[in-house]
Structure formats: C-alpha cells, structure tokens
C-alpha cells in the first residue's frame, strides 16, 4: 500500500503570506515610529492586536493544511481561499495606499474628503465579505476533506473473514 504524496502547495502559499504579512505590518510600525516627531499620537495596540491575532488564525491555517495535504478533495475552493486572502491582505492595502494620494492630486479637498470616506466604507465591506467568503471555502475545504476521509471506508454488516485470501 503505497502512500498518496501531498500536496503542501497551500501550506507554502498560507506560509508566505503569514512573511508578507508580517513585513508589511512590520513596515507600517516603523514608518509611523519613524514619522512620530513629525506630530501625532498613535495607539500601536490595534495595531499589534491585529498583527498577532492574523498572526495566529494564519499559521492555524496553514497548519490544518499541512495535516489535509494528502486528503483534499476540490483543490479549487483551496486556492479560492488562499487567493482571497492574497487579495484582502495584500493587494487591498496597497491598491489603497496608491489611490489615497490620487485623490488628493485630482480633487478639491471638499470633494477628496468625501471620496474618502466612500472609499474607507467600501474598502471595509469588501474586506469583511471577502473574509467570509474565503473562511466558506476554508470550512468547505476541511469539511469535505475530512467526510472523504471517513466515507471511503467501506461499511459492511458482514464480519471480516481473516482467512478469504488463503482459498487453496
């Protein structure tokens, strides 16, 4: 009986995000660390609670990946789950970060403020549904992986006769 290889894709994709990540928030500390004597007071506390709290639902991912590796069984709700989460913690940060300072070159200030908020709105729902749509497919995932496990054991009323293979 041979063992079916695994596919530790998804542990590896959910690994470099959890780095990306990380560098990212990481980053964020410094520049405002480094922006403070320009003015302002910042609260790091949400910033660090959210850190650890991505931190750990990230790797607890990973980690339920790496123990399925072998049993998925519709690899396309994995990668939708991965994917989205790519798009919400990575691309979603940075498209805004470059469209901030647009609206501000190209709009009076009445106007920005008002894009502005629009946008923060819209940023916020559409990190939230993505979130639960991508958690969906996680739970889709484990779910399923764990039924195909179970239901492909073969149920039979009969007791097993240990001496069927020695007929001779």
Same mark, same amino acid.
């Given at each position: 009986?041979?063992?079916?290889?695994?596919?530790?894709?998804?542990?590896?994709?959910?690994?470099?995000?959890?780095?990306?990540?990380?560098?990212?928030?990481?980053?964020?500390?410094?520049?405002?660390?480094?922006?403070?004597?320009?003015?302002?007071?910042?609260?790091?506390?949400?910033?660090?609670?959210?850190?650890?709290?991505?931190? =750990?639902?990230?790797?607890?991912?990973? =980690?339920?990946?790496?123990?399925?590796?072998?049993?998925? +069984?519709?690899?396309?709700?994995?990668?939708?789950?991965?994917?989205?989460?790519?798009?919400?913690? =990575?691309?979603?940060?940075?498209?805004?970060?470059?469209?901030?300072?647009?609206?501000?070159?190209?709009?009076?200030?009445?106007?920005? %403020?008002?894009?502005? =908020?629009?946008? %923060?709105?819209?940023?916020?729902?559409?990190?939230?549904?993505?979130?639960?749509?991508?958690?969906?497919?996680?739970?889709?995932?484990?779910?399923?992986?764990?039924?195909?496990?179970? %239901?492909?054991?073969?149920? %039979?009323? +009969?007791?097993?006769?240990?001496?069927? +293979?020695?007929?001779?």
């Amino acid at each position: 009986m041979s063992i079916k290889p695994g596919n530790t894709k998804p542990f590896w994709a959910l690994f470099i995000l959890l780095i990306l990540d990380l560098a990212w928030r990481t980053a964020l500390i410094i520049t405002v660390v480094k922006l403070r004597p320009l003015g302002g007071q910042v609260n790091f506390i949400p910033i660090i609670v959210q850190m650890t709290v991505t931190f =750990i639902v990230l790797l607890s991912e990973a =980690i339920v990946y790496w123990k399925l590796r072998r049993r998925f +069984e519709k690899m396309s709700w994995v990668w939708a789950h991965i994917f989205l989460l790519y798009f919400i913690l =990575i691309l979603m940060p940075v498209v805004y970060l470059f469209v901030l300072p647009l609206l501000a070159d190209y709009f009076n200030p009445e106007r920005s %403020s008002g894009l502005i =908020i629009n946008l %923060s709105v819209t940023r916020v729902i559409l990190f939230w549904s993505s979130v639960a749509i991508a958690h969906i497919f996680f739970v889709l995932t484990i779910v399923k992986s764990n039924w195909k496990n179970k %239901s492909t054991v073969p149920v %039979s009323d +009969e007791p097993a006769n240990l001496l069927d +293979e020695f007929n001779g």
